[in-house]
């Protein structure tokens, strides 16, 4: 990676729709220069880019994901951010699965972190028989 790039990428510091969409066209418009095309470089990039509010949103749109998003991604997750609910976090706990290509190791960390997000009074619901159903394919 070119690491100049960096120095001067637009920085993104809130999820305000103004402040996205001019964000996401002028950083679209470096990567498409500069021929970067690798989801993870992309990834990456944005996340260095960001600041404060706007950081913590893009880490949690990969981490929903489970994988590193497009540009494109990023800026539907950013203009389209709501913050997930404690039941919402429940539910998504007892219904995830494992991808086929995703490491048990990655998974359990993106489990663990998950389940502490999670009211004390929702982690009772979740079984081991919940996690065991989530690794099995």
Same mark, same amino acid.
């Given at each position: 990676? /070119?690491?100049?790039?960096i120095?001067?990428?637009?920085?993104?510091?809130?999820?305000?729709k103004? &402040?996205?969409?001019?964000?996401? &066209?002028?950083v679209d418009?470096?990567?498409?220069?500069?021929k970067?095309t /690798?989801? &993870?470089?992309?990834y %990456?990039?944005a996340?260095?880019?960001s600041?404060g509010?706007a950081?913590?949103a893009?880490?949690?749109?990969?981490?929903?994901?489970?994988?590193?998003?497009?540009?494109?991604q990023l800026?539907?997750?950013l203009?389209?951010?709501?913050?997930?609910?404690?039941?919402e976090l429940? /539910?998504?706990?007892?219904?995830?699965?494992?991808?086929r290509?995703e490491?048990?190791?990655d998974?359990?960390?993106y489990?663990l972190?998950?389940? %502490?997000?999670?009211d004390?009074?929702?982690k009772?619901g979740?079984?081991?028989m919940?996690?065991?159903k989530?690794?099995?394919?």
């Open positions: 990676m /070119d690491y100049n790039i120095n001067i990428l637009p920085t993104l510091d809130s999820t305000d103004q &402040e996205v969409i001019r964000w996401y &066209e002028d418009a470096i990567l498409k220069v500069a970067i /690798d989801s &993870e470089v992309i %990456q990039l996340y260095l880019s600041h509010e950081r913590k893009i880490k949690e749109i990969k981490e929903i994901s489970r994988s590193f998003p497009s540009l494109a800026r539907k997750g203009l389209g951010r709501k913050k997930l609910s404690k039941i429940y /539910d998504h706990l007892k219904n995830i699965t494992i991808k290509d490491e048990l190791e998974f359990n960390k489990y972190q998950m389940y %502490q997000q999670i004390a009074k929702f009772e979740i079984t081991v919940d996690y065991l989530s690794i099995i394919i």
